[in-house]
T-cell receptor
């Protein structure tokens, strides 16, 4: 069984540009989460999808971040326009039920 | 103050030593997770606890719900145990979401 995959693994963009991160959850997992770790800080929750619906987006930092999960399969997280403080590692996780989450390898975003 | 605190932040041990990493949390939880991230690797779930104790190989995780404290123990440590160990709380106030609240992680280095 394939695990959670994320693309790209690393992205370097200039301030003001747009970046789209993609997450493919484990097949059949209705729950999909986005988290991020900015340098030196703990990992923080961004949002939670159940199928294609946003169950909780309380962690989204501002309206420059837009997450979608069309069709309840893969999800995208768009940052537009990117700012320096958006640099960090963005993790995606999926779960079948309410408990164990399976994490992807992360996307390292560097905004210069 | 973070809702999940870990100690120590950094730990160096000699091969064969018994290792303990501590986690304290201030929120009501439905589960407590221990995660592992090897350098350059993804995040792997080690344990999910809601009470008592769990053991997997040389790893043991315990939780005291009344004291809001959990420990991760590694017996007979080995250099391949070198990784970041992360404690994450699944709050019970979350309603229909099971987002995780993370500690800052403990960087463990086991020297041969």
């Amino acid at each position: 069984e394939a695990g959670v995959t994320q693309f790209p693994s690393h992205s370097v963009i200039e301030k003001g540009q747009t970046v789209t991160l993609r997450c493919d959850p484990i097949s059949g997992h209705d729950n999909l989460y986005w988290y991020r770790r900015v340098m030196g800080k703990e990992i923080k929750f961004l949002l939670h999808f159940v199928k294609e619906s946003k169950q909780d987006e309380s962690g989204m930092p501002n309206n420059r971040f837009l997450a979608e999960r069309t069709g309840g399969t893969y999800s995208t997280l768009k940052v537009q326009p990117a700012e320096l403080e958006d640099s960090g590692v963005y993790f995606c996780a999926s779960s079948l039920d309410f408990y164990e989450q399976y994490f992807g390898p992360g996307t390292r975003l560097t905004v210069t | 103050k973070n809702e999940v605190e870990q100690s120590p932040q950094n730990l160096t041990a000699q091969e064969g030593e018994f290792i303990t990493i501590n986690c304290s949390y201030s929120v009501g939880i439905s589960a407590l997770h221990w995660l592992q991230q090897h350098p350059g690797g993804g995040i792997v779930s080690l344990f999910m606890l809601s009470s008592g104790k769990k053991k997997h190989g040389r790893l043991i995780a315990t939780i005291n719900i009344q004291e809001k404290h959990s420990s991760l123990h590694i017996t007979a440590s080995h250099p391949r145990d070198s990784a970041v160990y992360i404690c994450a709380a699944q709050p019970s106030y979350g309603g229909a979401t099971n987002k995780l609240i993370f500690g800052t992680g403990t960087l463990l280095a086991v020297q041969p």
